[in-house]
């Protein structure tokens, strides 16, 4: 099993910024892909932005040229610099895993509220 834990969430004024941080610990061996997906009330879970254990990334459309995901390997961690956030960009985000083995791993999500 891997654990992820999320920290950083909070609340901002549009405009601003936020990062977040997903640390993974326990059976981390084989992890390929990390990345951060949202879920807003109401709505389905979506990708935000991903990274592969390369460093290869991709983002969502909506957060393109606002948002950055990096990873430190070494730490066994993943990032998610959000700039110039939007009231949309509100919900609740999850950092994800994934294994050589196609297993799939959450945190259980921060919370991220953009006030106009």
């Known amino acids: 099993q891997v654990q992820l834990v999320e920290s950083g969430g909070g609340l901002v004024q549009a405009g601003g910024s936020l990062r977040l941080s997903c640390a993974a610990s326990?059976?981390?061996?084989?992890?390929?892909?990390m990345g951060w997906y949202r879920q807003a009330p109401g709505k389905q879970r979506e990708l935000v932005a991903r990274i592969s254990s390369g460093g290869r990334t991709n983002y969502a459309d909506s957060v393109k040229g606002r948002f950055t995901i990096s990873r430190d390997n070494a730490k066994n961690a993943v990032y998610l610099q959000m700039n110039s956030l939007k009231p949309e960009d509100t919900a609740v985000y999850y950092c994800?895993?994934?294994?050589?083995?196609?297993?799939?791993?959450w945190g259980q999500g921060t919370q991220v509220t953009v006030s106009s």
């Open positions: 326990g059976s981390i061996f084989g992890i390929n892909a």
């Open positions: 994800n895993s994934a294994n050589i083995w196609g297993n799939d791993y």
